[in-house]
């Protein structure tokens, strides 16, 4: 990961290069390997370097040495190398991968987004067609933000690095601040400040002749079904996939690879691999155990027994013991380089077992994050059942997943859930039960809002504007759920999160899971590969015998890690955070204050270990608070 930024001026062809130079510092936290910057007629570029391969010792960026004529700035990993230097006909291995980014922009253009794999935010500019261009990579995972003004574009990884061009010239984005606080994230081209853009995932940006484009590139939903002649031939491929991720992931600068390993299937999945292909013994993992958890808590969260038998001894495994660490204690760290508020209540997981990896000596992490989602738990297939009127077959398949997970569901339930109100186009009852079931929040949702918000919120055209589809709109193909699932843009934001408290000790994170090649072929796949008899994950379980223990593979629940979090939560002295939170005029235009205090605050301080998603919302209010007085105190 990098830190890269770039100024075009507009109005003066001659570039400044003290302006560039006011970026490095709000940057350096991305990079502090190699810090370089070139100005150049209109534009001046930054980089501020991550080494996080051996070909990353050779990056000399920003960089016009490679074509005269283009000028580029690339925070990225390129996953499928091999494939493209076979594309393009070059004969040389040793390429870096800003050097085979260029030959690719040179070859395709503003198309090159539909031949690279990885994760890369990268910024070009050709004085030939004197034309500024960015692209982010299919998921997300490197940021790029942008604001246009009178006089000048500017293109940053960093929001921080903007507002510090523009000066106090920003203000915030009071609709960001509703999504926030309704979906725990925002649209996928907002910010929380007015002036500043975010570019989207899977888009580039055009600057032309004073014409400013985004288009999107990629498109998940544009993937056609896979049909393989047998079963076998399923997990056969995915495994072969999924081992060409691995590998192609495991590029290092010093050789060192370690990895997350809870005692879950997905993290043990990649660890297992990671030691399967590295012959040398030099993989290490990092697990952790929470202390200080007794009762139902402690049942829920305990991963021991699995992580024992995730053990090999072709990998070193080392423990560590999270106490007296927590969400909010933890606030100051997670938020410090980060743009936004922190919504995920659990990211501070991540951050113990970052020191570790650091102290090992390693540069990359690799972690399983939300590989259930990828490969999707299947139970969508029951819709696609009833969308097609096969009653009987969905009747079977739903007794298979009480058989599995011990639910008790009656034939009404079955007739109301999955025959009936797939025939409501709208999905009324969704609506209804977001923003007015009294147990999705403490108390009332919608009331949370003041009588201005709630006029505009009101109605369906609030949420479908911002998913792009009603979440639960049952009458929708089982494909679409997974692909929806995963272009959810909270997986995008905690992705950033992750990375971002990566980068503060010095980390890579490498996420296999979410690798384009995977997602492709787990979106493509007959329904049942991905739940088979019940089971989830049906795929991943066939594709990792040998290689992950049966302990493992035959594993069905999750650990709830939450309940680590609620201690503190509760904890919090509420009548000061109440205050400190009136004190805030913009939150008085969206936040009622006399709801908060006679109904919330009541109900965080009782028993909250309740599954009902009360901690979590209440942490996005406590978590605004802090990072509106972080802005105040800058």
């Known amino acids: 990961m990098s830190g890269i930024a770039s100024i075009l001026n507009i109005s003066n062809r001659d570039s400044k290069p003290a302006d560039i130079r006011k970026l490095i510092d709000p940057l350096s936290f991305r990079g502090k390997d190699k810090i370089n910057f070139i100005s150049e007629g209109p534009l001046s570029m930054l980089q501020c370097m991550f080494i996080a391969t051996e070909e990353d010792k050779k990056e000399i960026l920003p960089s016009k040495h490679i074509d005269p004529s283009i000028m580029i700035a690339s925070d990225s990993r390129i996953d499928n190398r091999e494939e493209l230097i076979n594309l393009l006909n070059i004969n040389n291995l040793d390429l870096t991968d800003s050097e085979i980014i260029v030959h690719a922009y040179k070859r395709w253009r503003l198309n090159i987004g539909k031949y690279l794999?990885?994760?890369?935010?990268?910024?070009?500019?050709?004085?030939?067609?004197?034309?500024?261009?960015?692209?982010?990579?299919?998921?997300?995972?490197?940021?790029?933000?942008?604001?246009?003004?009178?006089?000048?574009?500017?293109?940053?990884?960093?929001?921080?690095s903007i507002k510090k061009e523009l000066g106090l010239k920003v203000s915030i984005n009071k609709k960001r601040i509703i999504d926030y606080l309704l979906f725990s994230c925002g649209k996928k081209d907002e910010t929380f400040f007015e002036e500043?853009?975010?570019?989207?995932?899977?888009?580039?940006?055009?600057?032309?002749?004073?014409?400013?484009?985004?288009?999107?590139?990629?498109?998940?939903?544009?993937?056609?079904?896979?049909?393989?002649?047998?079963?076998?031939?399923?997990?056969?491929?995915?495994?072969?996939?999924?081992?060409?991720?691995?590998?192609?992931?495991?590029?290092?600068?010093?050789?060192?690879?370690?990895?997350?390993?809870?005692?879950?299937?997905?993290?043990?999945?990649?660890?297992?691999?990671?030691?399967?292909?590295?012959?040398?013994?030099?993989?290490?993992?990092?697990?952790?155990?929470?202390?200080?958890?007794?009762?139902?808590?402690?049942?829920?969260?305990?991963?021991?027994?699995?992580?024992?038998?995730?053990?090999?001894?072709?990998?070193?495994?080392?423990?560590?013991?999270?106490?007296?660490?927590?969400?909010?204690?933890?606030?100051?760290?997670?938020?410090?380089?980060?743009?936004?508020?922190?919504?995920?209540?659990?990211?501070?997981?991540?951050?113990?077992?970052?020191?570790?990896?650091?102290?090992?000596?390693?540069?990359?992490?690799?972690?399983?994050?939300?590989?259930?989602?990828?490969?999707?738990?299947?139970?969508?297939?029951?819709?696609?059942?009833?969308?097609?009127?096969?009653?009987?077959?969905?009747?079977?398949?739903?007794?298979k997943v009480d058989r599995i997970y011990g639910f008790k569901t009656s034939k009404s339930w079955i007739i109301k859930n999955y025959i009936i109100k797939p025939l409501i186009p709208l999905r009324i009852d969704y609506y209804r039960k977001f923003l007015f079931n009294k147990k999705s929040f403490p108390g009332n949702l919608f009331e949370l809002f003041t009588k201005k918000v709630k006029k505009q919120i009101k109605g369906f055209s609030y949420i479908k504007n911002f998913y792009g589809f009603y979440p639960y709109q049952y009458s929708s193909s089982a494909k679409n759920f997974h692909i929806r699932a995963i272009n959810y843009p909270i997986w995008e934001y905690g992705i950033e999160m992750i990375e971002t408290h990566a980068l503060e000790q010095g980390i890579e994170m490498r996420f296999p899971f979410f690798d384009l090649r995977l997602i492709e072929f787990c979106v493509c796949l007959p329904l049942e590969e991905k739940n088979k008899n019940g089971i989830n994950r049906h795929i991943l379980r066939k594709a990792m015998k040998g290689i992950v223990p049966e302990k493992i593979l035959n594993r069905l629940d999750k650990s709830n890690i939450g309940a680590f979090a609620e201690k503190e939560i509760r904890e919090i002295d509420h009548d000061q955070f109440f205050s400190s939170l009136k004190q805030k005029n913009i939150l008085n235009d969206i936040v009622d204050f006399n709801y908060f205090n006679d109904v919330?605050?009541?109900?965080?301080?009782?028993?909250?270990?309740?599954?009902?998603?009360?901690?979590?919302?209440?942490?996005?209010?406590?978590?605004?608070?802090?990072?509106?007085?972080?802005?105040?105190?800058?």
Request: aromatic letters at 12%; hydrophobic letters at 35%; charged letters at 30%.
């Open 117 to 160: 794999i990885g994760a890369f935010a990268i910024i070009i500019y050709d004085f030939d067609r004197e034309e500024l261009f960015c692209i982010r990579d299919q998921i997300g995972f490197r940021p790029l933000y942008y604001t246009l003004t009178e006089d000048k574009l500017i293109v940053s990884s960093s929001i921080d």
């Open 600 to 634: 919330i605050k009541k109900n965080v301080e009782k028993d909250l270990v309740s599954g009902n998603n009360d901690l979590s919302r209440y942490y996005l209010l406590y978590s605004l608070n802090y990072w509106l007085e972080s802005l105040e105190n800058t």
């Open 196 to 399: 500043i853009h975010k570019l989207p995932k899977a888009s580039f940006l055009s600057y032309k002749d004073s014409n400013l484009e985004i288009k999107e590139y990629y498109n998940l939903n544009d993937l056609k079904k896979k049909k393989l002649p047998f079963s076998e031939d399923y997990s056969k491929e995915f495994k072969e996939i999924f081992f060409e991720v691995i590998k192609s992931q495991m590029r290092t600068p010093n050789k060192k690879i370690v990895s997350a390993l809870s005692g879950g299937l997905d993290s043990t999945s990649i660890t297992r691999t990671l030691a399967h292909l590295n012959t040398d013994n030099s993989i290490e993992s990092i697990s952790a155990i929470f202390k200080g958890l007794k009762g139902e808590a402690k049942e829920k969260t305990d991963e021991l027994e699995y992580m024992k038998s995730a053990m090999s001894k072709n990998f070193k495994s080392n423990f560590i013991e999270l106490k007296n660490i927590g969400p909010i204690s933890s606030l100051e760290s997670s938020q410090k380089y980060h743009d936004v508020p922190v919504s995920a209540i659990n990211g501070y997981v991540h951050i113990p077992m970052l020191m570790k990896a650091k102290e090992l000596g390693s540069k990359v992490l690799f972690d399983g994050f939300d590989g259930d989602t990828v490969i999707s738990h299947g139970l969508e297939k029951l819709y696609d059942y009833s969308r097609k009127l096969k009653y009987l077959t969905l009747y079977k398949e739903r007794k």
